[in-house]
């Protein structure tokens, strides 16, 4: 079946623009994760959405930073007035439940330059 | 304040022989640990996990090995094979949720 699934793969903004990161999570996965690596590190949690509760946003690194989930679908990342230090790679993961023992299966990322 | 460190950055290993990845962390509250498997632009694949009421968990080739009284966990892979060459990350959760990460150990098997 299919994987989880990242639009664009690559995105290249000026510093000050908003951009949008989309995820597409596996079919029937009611938890969906975002993660961040920048270079030379590992991923950092973000912020991740179970069901109809409301999401765990505790990785968000500042107020420019938001996400959305339609049900158990699709998912947007925004990033307002971009930075230089926003520059990673943007991961999305997605398990059929949340708890010990749900893998989270992660889509190839979108690699955000800043510039 | 890093978590989770795998301190080698890398490690080169012959064709057939033992590879060992290490990683360690220091929140007493996680109790299920990963190890993730990374390709160039591929996501991260899942490779192997211990719950902290084990101290081994072995599949096939790959064996996790937890050591809660030294906060350290250990990947071994036996026989190491040229396809293992990628990333390797180690993770570490209390609750299943969020994942905390490690650095990334980049593992090349020579043939």
């Known amino acids: 079946g299919a994987g989880v699934s990242q639009s664009p793969s690559n995105k290249v903004t000026e510093k000050g623009k908003d951009v949008e990161l989309r995820c597409d999570p596996i079919?029937?996965?009611?938890?969906l994760y975002w993660y961040r690596q920048r270079l030379g590190q590992g991923l950092e949690f973000l912020i991740y959405?179970?069901?109809?509760?409301?999401?765990?946003k505790s990785g968000l690194p500042s107020d420019r930073f938001s996400a959305e989930r339609t049900g158990e679908s699709v998912s947007t990342l925004t990033i307002q007035r971009t930075q230089q230090e926003d520059s990673a790679v943007y991961l999305c993961a997605s398990s059929l439940e949340v708890g010990v023992g749900y893998e989270q299966y992660f889509g190839p990322g979108t690699r955000l330059t800043v510039t | 304040d890093q978590q989770v460190k795998q301190n080698s950055p890398s490690l080169s290993v012959q064709e057939g022989r033992i590879s060992i990845l290490n990683c360690d962390y220091t929140?007493?509250?996680?109790?299920?640990f990963l190890w993730y498997k990374k390709y160039p632009a591929e996501g991260p694949t899942f490779l192997i996990s211990i719950s902290s009421i084990k101290d081994k968990n072995e599949d096939g080739r790959f064996t996790v090995f937890l050591n809660k009284s030294a906060k350290h966990l250990s990947l071994h892979i036996v026989p190491s094979q040229p396809g293992d060459s990628a990333v390797y990350f180690c993770?570490?959760?209390?609750?299943?949720?969020?994942?905390?990460f490690g650095a990334g150990t980049i593992l090349r098997v020579k043939s």
């Open positions: 993770a570490a959760t209390e609750y299943g949720n969020k994942l905390v």
């Open positions: 929140n007493s509250m996680f109790d299920y």
């Open positions: 959405f179970q069901g109809n509760s409301a999401p765990d």
């Open positions: 079919s029937g996965h009611t938890a």
